[in-house]
């Protein structure tokens, strides 16, 4: 079964600190992966989308890392601000086009 | 503000009535997608249009009718709704609906949502 998980399920942190989120996945097969911040009471952002060739790929104060032979994804956020207060939520794509969530990390920042 | 418009932003509705969603956008994207959210969990899909085509319906109850009037138009009629149906509703369209590796790295825009109550 095709699944995304995501951990940890929730993290605080303080302004300024740097964190990493992970996620782990099992689908196939593989085409990409994202990571999007959903700010509460809103609709999720794409922050990045990773291929099966790319390692790494930053946005600002985020990057993301891709190893597709072990499924591993992270998502590094440095000198963290109080406005990274979201929910962070990685989809992994299929090449037929679906698309599975993972559940969701939800951090805080505390100032 | 979000490229995807959503309305209404909430919505409250007795489960013997019919009302409707709608979700806009003119970025030229030609796949839109409907989601369903419960809080605390991550959007499900429900509905992937493509070209205007119904392409993807992930075995959604009947009483959720989609429609695409136009490649800029998304609408989701609502009938008989359940109180289990209350959540957030997601629109969002991605500039390609992709068949295979090349196309379908494409990000979607998500609007804000109608939050649904149904009493």
């Known amino acids: 079964k095709n699944q995304v998980e995501q951990s940890p399920q929730s993290l605080i942190i303080l302004e300024g600190k740097n964190c990493t989120l992970q996620?782990?996945?099992?689908?196939?097969?593989?085409?990409?992966l994202r990571w999007y911040k959903q700010d509460t009471g809103r609709g999720p952002v794409s922050l990045t989308i990773?291929?099966?060739?790319?390692n790494t790929k930053s946005n600002g104060r985020y990057t993301a890392t891709l190893d597709a032979d072990t499924k591993q994804s992270s998502l590094h956020i440095t000198a963290s601000q109080l406005s990274d207060s979201a929910s962070y939520i990685c989809?992994?794509?299929?090449?037929?086009?679906?698309?599975?969530f993972g559940d969701g990390t939800t951090l805080t920042v505390k100032p | 503000d979000t490229e995807v418009t959503q309305t209404p932003k909430h919505l409250v509705m007795g489960m013997t009535n019919k009302k409707s969603l709608k979700c806009e956008q003119h970025?030229?994207?030609?796949?839109m997608y409907w989601y369903k959210q419960k809080a605390k969990k991550p959007p499900e899909l429900m509905f992937v249009?493509?070209?205007?085509?119904?392409?993807i319906n992930e075995s959604v109850p009947s009483r959720f009718s989609p429609e695409c009037p136009n490649s800029s138009l998304l609408n989701l009629h609502l009938h008989a709704l359940q109180p289990e149906d209350s959540a957030l509703y997601l629109c969002?369209?991605?500039?390609?609906?992709?068949?295979?590796?090349?196309?379908?790295?494409?990000?979607?825009?998500f609007g804000d949502g109608t939050r649904l109550s149904i009493l």
């Open positions: 969002a369209s991605s500039q390609d609906p992709g068949q295979g590796r090349q196309r379908s790295n494409q990000p979607q825009h």
């Open positions: 996620c782990n996945y099992t689908v196939s097969p593989f085409s990409n």
């Open positions: 970025m030229g994207h030609r796949a």
């Open positions: 990773m291929t099966f060739s790319e």
């Open positions: 989809v992994v794509h299929t090449n037929a086009g679906k698309s599975t």
């Open positions: 249009y493509s070209y205007e085509k119904l392409s």
